[in-house]
């Protein structure tokens, strides 16, 4: 009802100096005042799936993160603190009460794990390597959405990938513990730590 009306008094502003019905079409979303959390998660589900299942691998699913971590994620994207390629532009046409609605909307499905191919070989290691370096803060072998650290058990390999590259090259900010201990990790364990870590994620799959 709100959007009915104020669209209605955006054409009539629009008609007034003269701007085109396809222009206002386009920049209607963002006169969204008091849309519903899935009107506004319509606008993810094209990458994300409508369940936060995305549809490529590059493409992290997002359904069942925490709440902080999913909040404090979307702000980082848009004030540019966390490196993206779409997120930037996307997470900018948010308010934070959107944001929140957004996350509200996504932690209540289930994180579904992706089906994907590992080296069955490396899971073994991965898994000391895991929880000798990274479980304190991603507990249950990376499964573990109750604190503010992501989901790692099941998150698509690619998108691992670039955020350990991102990471790495100093691109994407980790805490000061956890950059300590991905130190260590490539120091003592080289590329291959990295590797079976990955291996030992994208296993757990159910
Ligand atoms: C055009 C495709 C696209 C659209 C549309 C899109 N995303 Fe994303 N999303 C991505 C990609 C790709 C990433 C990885 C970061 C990057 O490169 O931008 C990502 C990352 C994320 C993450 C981080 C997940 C994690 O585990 O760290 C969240 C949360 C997220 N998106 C939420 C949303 C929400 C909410 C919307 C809708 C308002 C949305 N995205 C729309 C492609 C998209
Ligand atoms: C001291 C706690 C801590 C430790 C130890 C830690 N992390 Fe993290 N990790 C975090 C937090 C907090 C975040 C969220 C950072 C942010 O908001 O950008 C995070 C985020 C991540 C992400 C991004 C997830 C996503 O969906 O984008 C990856 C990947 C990651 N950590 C990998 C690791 C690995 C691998 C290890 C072990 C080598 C590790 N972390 C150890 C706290 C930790």
Redesign the pocket.
Do not use: E, K
């Given at each position: 009802m709100v959007y009915k009306t104020l669209s209605k008094a955006f054409l009539i502003a629009g008609l007034a100096v003269g701007v085109s019905s396809g222009a206002l079409a386009a920049d209607a979303p963002k006169t969204m005042m008091g849309a519903s959390d899935a009107m506004?998660?319509n606008?993810?589900a094209?990458?994300?799936g409508t369940d936060g299942v995305?549809s490529g691998p590059?493409?992290?699913?997002?359904s069942g993160?925490s709440n902080d971590?999913?909040v404090e994620?979307?702000k980082g994207?848009a004030a540019g603190t966390v490196?993206?390629?779409?997120?930037?532009r996307?997470?900018q046409?948010?308010t934070e009460d959107e944001?929140k609605q957004?996350a509200k909307f996504?932690i209540a499905k289930p994180f579904v794990k992706a089906k994907q191919d590992f080296d069955p070989k490396l899971v073994k290691e991965g898994g000391k390597l895991h929880d000798k370096y990274c479980e304190k803060c991603h507990a249950e072998g990376g499964q573990s959405a109750e604190d503010d650290a992501?989901?790692m058990a099941g998150?698509w390999t690619p998108?691992l990938m670039?955020?350990f590259a991102d990471f790495n090259a100093g691109h994407r900010e980790a805490p000061k513990k956890m950059a300590k201990k991905m130190k260590d990790l490539l120091s003592k364990e080289g590329q291959s730590g990295l590797d079976a870590l990955i291996s030992f994620y994208a296993s757990q799959q159910k």
């Open positions: 506004l998660a606008t993810c094209g990458c994300h995305s590059a493409i992290p699913n997002i993160l971590y999913f994620i979307m994207y490196p993206s390629t779409v997120m930037g996307m997470a046409g948010y944001i957004l996504y992501g989901v998150q998108y670039i955020q």
